[in-house]
């Protein structure tokens, strides 16, 4: 199925039915202004799934991948949608409103602030359904709780439900165009043994109160998701949430049998979007023989065969750069994507070829995954709540401003870059270009300069003794030498004597994954980027000493 970008397909969804519905919505989009053809023509659900969005207002961008979405964005994009499709219902599995650990003390108050930006935020959306989380709740306690009970979201967690007020095990959404979609939840607050039967269960509530097709938004993570797929024939699409941090963007439906499995990573960076359009037939599948289901019918998008295009020059020319420029691991995994190569073109055709032509009868599913760039509009009303967010992180960052933590002791201090390369001269060509040298530019260029969620990866030594502080950063700004090494005042007061310095030579994995977490460098691998500090003056055989 084919990746979709923002501008093509979705639309406002009509009502929630009661029922064993849960709540209502507290508004409903305007109705579209565009006629519907095609696929929409036919009564039909998109199903627009974001996943473990953890309050994050925006992804933070310390790659290039991962220079995507946000929540501002999103909004835009989905407000763009409904013009087009009459029928979008949207929806989040995972956790929704806790990042992963414990925030630090120093942080609480921003986090608390942005929790409620972020829910305000969603309701804008609107966020229509959602699968309450118990890591959520474990994570955020009693403020999660709040916010939970506080959006206008329909929540869904069958089987023994996390205690949060208001929840159904199912609900039931009614489009525009006339389908009727059934979404139920589940989490792992659910004995393992017991899921399968409680999904069961809700799904044939929902079929029985009149429901075309039935979503699963799943808390189980890919490999459960695909595990309660095997166990629960007939469902027809499951959204699956709590995603290993390295989760990579899905460019088509995956499939576990005939029951479809989407995502949209983590952190609002994508979002995913499947359109499913019910066979004429009233009566619902037959979980014994499931195979007539969902015929792929992406190619009958708005605008299919110039995306799928899109994403084919765009594997041309990373195949051109992996085939000489590449690591071995790479170019050994080549032939594979001249195959995919092979059927994206075939696939083009096929759009070029469907383009004006009615859709084929029966079952079609039809998915994309988008990406926004940062260069994408946003939602006037959203990006005005994520600047008076920012602007708040502001001030809390004046008021916040503190000692450093006092050395103890016998203990060592920071004493910056420019100390260390009064001495180790030979390293400074290196580190003047490096990246960790302009960290905080780079904080500045985001105009992140207060944001505790950005700050202490960018600066050295913060919140450590004799470190940095909100509003005490000047000497240690940017990843220097201090970073890696550890703190460096006992090394100068003994040079060269090592174990009264308490220097380290050669940093360990951990040093460097505290900051190159999953989350912000889902690529990263230590032994792969650390020969690339190896240089002569650090760490490096010198060339002239090179056999």
């Given at each position: 199925m084919t990746l979709r970008s923002p501008c093509v397909v979705l639309a406002s969804f009509a009502t929630l039915t009661a029922a064993c519905c849960g709540r209502q919505q507290a508004a409903t989009p305007p109705a579209p202004s565009a006629t519907t053809t095609g696929l929409y023509a036919r009564p039909h659900v998109t199903i627009v799934?974001?996943?473990?969005?953890?309050?994050?207002?925006?992804?933070?961008?310390?790659?290039?991948?991962?220079?995507?979405?946000?929540?501002?964005?999103?909004?835009?994009?989905?407000?763009?949608?409904?013009?087009?499709?009459?029928?979008?219902?949207?929806?989040?599995?995972?956790?929704?409103?806790?990042?992963?650990?414990?925030?630090?003390?120093?942080?609480?108050?921003?986090?608390?602030?942005?929790?409620?930006?972020?829910?305000?935020?969603?309701?804008?959306?609107?966020?229509?359904?959602?699968?309450?989380?118990?890591?959520?709740?474990?994570?955020?306690?009693?403020?999660?709780?709040?916010?939970?009970?506080?959006?206008?979201?329909?929540?869904?967690?069958?089987?023994?439900?996390?205690?949060?007020?208001?929840?159904?095990?199912?609900?039931?959404?009614?489009?525009?165009?006339?389908?009727?979609?059934?979404?139920?939840?589940?989490?792992?607050a659910v004995p393992e043994g017991e899921r399968a039967a409680a999904v069961q269960q809700a799904a044939a509530d929902l079929r029985r109160q009149g429901a075309d097709v039935v979503v699963v938004l799943s808390n189980l993570g890919l490999r459960g998701a695909r595990q309660l797929a095997r166990a629960v024939p007939g469902l027809d699409a499951i959204v699956a949430g709590v995603l290993d941090p390295r989760a990579e963007p899905l460019a088509d439906v995956e499939r576990e049998g005939e029951t479809l499995l989407i995502h949209a990573t983590r952190q609002g960076a994508y979002y995913a979007a499947l359109t499913l359009v019910p066979a004429a037939s009233a009566a619902p599948p037959n979980p014994a023989n499931p195979a007539t289901r969902w015929t792929d019918a992406a190619e009958y998008l708005p605008g299919a065969a110039s995306e799928l295009q899109a994403r084919l020059a765009d594997l041309d020319t990373r195949l051109a750069l992996w085939r000489h420029h590449a690591t071995v691991a790479t170019?050994?995994?080549?032939?594979?994507?001249?195959?995919?190569?092979?059927?994206?073109?075939?696939?083009?055709?096929?759009?070029?070829?469907?383009?004006?032509?009615?859709?084929?009868?029966?079952?079609?599913?039809?998915?994309?995954?988008?990406?926004?760039?940062?260069?994408?509009?946003?939602?006037?009303?959203?990006?005005?709540?994520?600047?008076?967010?920012?602007a708040d992180v502001a001030e809390m960052a004046e008021s916040a401003v503190g000692a450093v933590p006092p050395v103890p002791a016998g203990g060592a201090g920071y004493v910056g870059a420019v100390v260390c390369l009064a001495c180790h001269q030979a390293v400074r060509p290196f580190w003047e270009q490096d990246r960790h040298a302009h960290a905080w530019a780079a904080l500045q260029t985001a105009a992140k300069t207060s944001d505790l969620d950005c700050v202490p990866c960018h600066v050295t030594g913060f919140g450590l003794p004799g470190g940095s502080a909100l509003g005490k950063l000047e000497p240690l700004q940017n990843v220097q030498c201090e970073a890696c090494h550890g703190p460096g005042s006992l090394h100068i007061a003994t040079p060269g004597r090592a174990p009264?310095?308490?220097?380290?030579?050669?940093?360990?994995?951990?040093?460097?994954?505290?900051?190159?977490?999953?989350?912000?460098?889902?690529?990263?691998?230590?032994?792969?980027?650390?020969?690339?500090?190896?240089?002569?003056?650090?760490?490096?055989?010198?060339?002239?000493?090179?056999?």
């Open positions: 799934a974001v996943t473990d969005w953890q309050a994050v207002l925006k992804p933070c961008g310390c790659t290039v991948d991962s220079q995507k979405g946000g929540i501002e964005r999103i909004a835009r994009a989905i407000g763009a949608l409904r013009a087009e499709d009459d029928s979008v219902v949207v929806v989040h599995a995972g956790r929704l409103l806790a990042e992963d650990g414990p925030a630090h003390e120093a942080k609480r108050a921003q986090v608390a602030r942005r929790l409620t930006t972020f829910q305000h935020a969603v309701d804008r959306l609107p966020l229509q359904v959602a699968a309450v989380s118990s890591a959520d709740l474990a994570a955020g306690g009693d403020a999660v709780r709040a916010a939970y009970a506080g959006l206008g979201a329909t929540l869904v967690a069958c089987g023994g439900a996390p205690a949060v007020a208001g929840v159904a095990a199912g609900t039931l959404v009614r489009t525009k165009s006339g389908a009727v979609a059934g979404f139920l939840g589940i989490d792992p170019r050994l995994a080549v032939p594979v994507y001249e195959a995919e190569r092979t059927a994206l073109f075939g696939r083009v055709q096929r759009a070029r070829a469907a383009a004006g032509k009615p859709p084929p009868d029966g079952a079609l599913a039809a998915f994309r995954s988008v990406g926004l760039a940062w260069s994408a509009p946003v939602d006037a009303a959203v990006h005005a709540l994520v600047q008076a967010y920012d009264l310095s308490r220097i380290v030579r050669s940093p360990p994995a951990v040093t460097c994954e505290g900051c190159h977490t999953p989350e912000h460098a889902p690529r990263f691998a230590f032994d792969a980027y650390r020969p690339r500090l190896l240089v002569p003056g650090h760490g490096g055989v010198p060339a002239s000493t090179k056999p």
